[in-house]
């Protein structure tokens, strides 16, 4: 049981935030202090803001740690659109200041609602090596000459999850929160809702239709409580620090967190939320970022460019946070099947179902969301 074990964990666990704000407005692109350094590998990470505790700061954590290491390589950040308006002007604005005297040997951006100026700078600029950190989409010619672009074996890792809180519900029924009801947001779970289907564990889903109203995030979230669920992903963004507080009220139910190990992230501030959050589901960021980094380094880095490429539980680019919490909580017999899965899934003896590879997904998508969904 989760308040058992209390807050106590290990004083070498360290938080994995380091939060900025995201208010304000810039005309440029505005940088986050970072050792710049003259010789050496020079990466410029373009973000439209970071302080969102979930998506932007995974990768500005990770940007930070390659910066941090006596490694021959700097990293600079940008926060180019601290309203998150996505207009073109100031990212195209933003690219140009980092790319048109060559300075940097590497400029990084992504995300399905920005990806789009990163397309047009590939194209500006051929020259300029270019890393899209997580794709939704590629351009219709394909993937760029100059560009890698990867994103992340999401549905593998919702089947995980599924997995997870099939074996932990007590009431038969769990929950997600996803942020937006779109293509790419549901690769999320797709995965999560075939295994929980199979295994027939019913389950309640929610689109709030925001990344950042965490009070919506408690209401919906205390609806799918009041229904019966007992363990609960959010894969919402901001809006999912509201899912975290809404779960942290009760004590018999479980939160999941999303994208960075949530537990450690609130551990020390939060202790109540973290208290409730069993695991978080990962996108291991720091990891493909710091192999970028390094290919970039050793010279081996055009060997990517104009390949797109998922980076799942094999790359260990997903996978759960296996905390000291998560494993006082979690029974060692449930553990094994966790495990089992991941082995499975690697393998490829689970043929995971994928939103992104649906060839009708108005049709296919709405068969497999609602197979056991619970109104």
Not at 62 to 74: L, Q
Not at 76 to 102: H, K, R, T
Not at 185 to 209: R, T
Request: glycine share 8%; aromatic share 10%; proline share 3%.
């Amino acid at each position: 049981m989760k308040k058992a074990f209390k807050f106590l964990m290990a004083a070498g666990m360290t938080l994995s935030l380091a939060a900025c704000s995201n208010g304000g407005s810039a005309a440029t692109a505005t940088p986050a202090p970072a050792d710049e350094g003259d010789d050496g590998v020079k990466i410029a990470v373009l973000l439209p803001f970071t302080g969102d505790q979930s998506y932007f700061d995974t990768l500005a954590q990770a940007a930070r740690e390659v910066d941090a290491e006596d490694n021959g390589i700097s990293v600079q950040i940008f926060e180019v659109d601290p309203s998150g308006s996505a207009d073109e002007s100031l990212w195209m604005n933003a690219f140009a200041d980092v790319c048109e005297d060559g300075e940097y040997d590497l400029v990084v951006s992504g995300n399905n609602t920005y990806e789009g100026f990163l397309y047009q700078a590939c194209e500006k600029y051929p020259d300029q090596m270019f890393y899209n950190f997580d794709y939704s989409a590629l351009p219709e010619e394909g993937t760029p000459a100059n560009c890698y672009c990867v994103n992340w074996a999401l549905d593998d890792l919702g089947y995980v999850v599924g997995t997870l809180s099939a074996e932990m519900t007590k009431t038969g029924t769990v929950g997600v929160v996803v942020g937006m009801d779109n293509q790419a947001m549901n690769q999320f779970i797709s995965g999560y809702v075939q295994v929980l289907a199979d295994k027939g564990v019913k389950y309640v889903v929610s689109y709030p239709g925001s990344f950042t109203d965490t009070d919506l995030g408690k209401e919906v979230t205390s609806a799918m409580i009041d229904k019966g669920a007992d363990v609960i992903w959010q894969v919402a963004g901001g809006l999912g620090n509201g899912v975290i507080e809404a779960c942290s009220q009760h004590e018999d139910v479980w939160c999941i967190g999303v994208d960075q190990d949530q537990y450690l992230q609130f551990k020390d501030t939060k202790p109540e939320w973290a208290n409730t959050i069993l695991t978080s589901a990962l996108k291991n960021t720091n990891v493909a970022f710091k192999a970028v980094a390094e290919m970039v380094k050793d010279g081996t880095y055009a060997d990517k460019l104009g390949k797109a490429e998922a980076w799942g539980i094999a790359l260990n680019g997903v996978g759960l946070a296996e905390n000291d919490y998560y494993l006082a909580n979690c029974p060692e017999e449930v553990r094994a099947a966790v495990a089992d899965t991941l082995a499975k899934v690697t393998a490829g003896e689970v043929e995971v179902k994928d939103t992104l590879e649906m060839t009708d997904y108005d049709t296919e998508w709405p068969e497999l969301l609602n197979a056991n969904r619970v109104e």
